[in-house]
């Protein structure tokens, strides 16, 4: 079992080592590119919102319930300091990437799987092209650039849904929550934000392609393979959050 993990591991960065390679023709690449954005970008933009809005009002209340049932009194203005450190250190960039990870991922994977069981990626072999450049390079350029993008929106929406939770509760007033949003945070904690987005992003992008670019058999090969890509992008992801926020914010 540990023996097919690191083979498994060294087969993942050989194919790497083919997909980030210059492109062959770049008319070609820019077309897949601009399809790439589409795809795991524009097509998660209603997910993203949906999930971000309501995560955000959830977390604002329940910093202002920790708040009042404190044994200090706490003014009200920490609800929206709060809800937007927690966004933007932990929420946006990690938990919005593990729902990515299972919506574009199992997409990337069954994409390249069926490309493969079809024997699509032999042909293009054969035809002298780069397959995992071709099929795998878009797909990683299109997450780290779009990535960041859907995580500085969620950051937005999830702020506005604190807002909108305290105007709808009464709990505390819109005024005390803007002060709040207002109050100085490190810069740093959003560059730390953006870095582990980009991070994420490539994992997200790279690990299902190594599923999908491998599978062998047929559309029930592609299902499983689909799966596990799956599972061991969010295990990544979770992995790799615990490693960044050891060297950047101890």
């Known amino acids: 079992m540990l023996k097919q993990f690191f083979e498994a591991i060294g087969e ?6 083919k997909a980030i390679s210059k492109p062959q023709k770049r008319n070609v690449y820019l077309k897949l ?13 209603g997910l993203v919102l ?32 709060a809800t937007k ?3 933007i250190l932990e929420f946006s960039p990690t938990i919005i990437s593990v729902i990515l990870a299972g919506k574009v991922g199992s997409y990337i994977a069954s994409s390249i799987g069926t490309m493969r069981v079809t024997e699509q990626i032999d042909a293009l072999d054969i035809m002298g092209v780069n397959s995992p450049n071709f099929l795998i390079l878009p797909k990683i350029v299109a997450s ?12 937005v929406v999830g702020i506005w849904g604190g807002y909108v939770a305290g105007w709808a509760t009464g709990s505390w007033t819109t005024g005390d929550y803007i002060t709040g949003i207002q109050m100085y945070m490190p810069s740093y904690f959003i560059w730390y934000a953006f870095l582990k ?3 994420f992003a490539f994992l997200i992008a790279t690990i299902p392609a190594y599923f999908g670019y491998n599978v062998k058999g047929g559309s029930l090969e592609v299902g499983r393979a689909s799966t596990q890509a799956v599972v061991w992008t969010m295990i990544a992801v979770i992995i790799m959050n615990l490693l960044l926020t050891q060297m950047f914010l101890s």
């Open 197 to 199: 987005t980009a991070v």
């Open 144 to 155: 780290v650039v779009f990535n960041p993008i859907l995580i500085a929106i969620s950051i």
């Open 33 to 45: 590119l601009v399809r790439e954005f589409y795809d795991l970008g524009v097509n998660s933009f």
């Open 12 to 17: 993942y960065f050989l194919l790497l080592g």
């Open 85 to 87: 450190t927690v966004l």
């Open 50 to 81: 949906f999930t971000s809005f309501f995560v955000g009002a959830v977390v604002a209340i329940q910093m202002f319930n920790n708040f009042d049932a404190s044994s200090f009194p706490i003014p009200n203005s920490f609800v929206g300091y």
